[in-house]
């Protein structure tokens, strides 16, 4: 009777986990408020089911949540993308959709 064979992990187990760490690195903040400028305002006069934000040079996508705080009907979006002026959004990350939890003029 040898000692127990220690068997190294699979290359599976090893890509699996690398990717799961690379995913958590990449996704970086869960939540947080941001300050940007409306690029584009997604859905009709009255609906609107998205809207992306410039910040930082990063262009990101926002999904009007149910239970949002906002300032403002979400149709003003586009006033604030035709004339430039900024807006604050509070936002969590769920999966892979980045929610608008709250919306003022910025």
Known sequence: MGEPRVH???????????????????????????????TSVEGDLEEVTSFFVLVEGDELEFTPSPEGDYDFPLSHLREHQRTGEPVLVGWELVGTVRYALSLTDG
Request: glycine residues 10%; positive net charge.
């Open 8 to 38: 190294p992990p699979s290359i599976l187990k090893v890509t699996a986990t690398v990717l799961i760490s690379v995913a958590l690195i990449a996704c970086g903040q869960a939540s947080g408020t941001t300050r940007g400028l409306v």
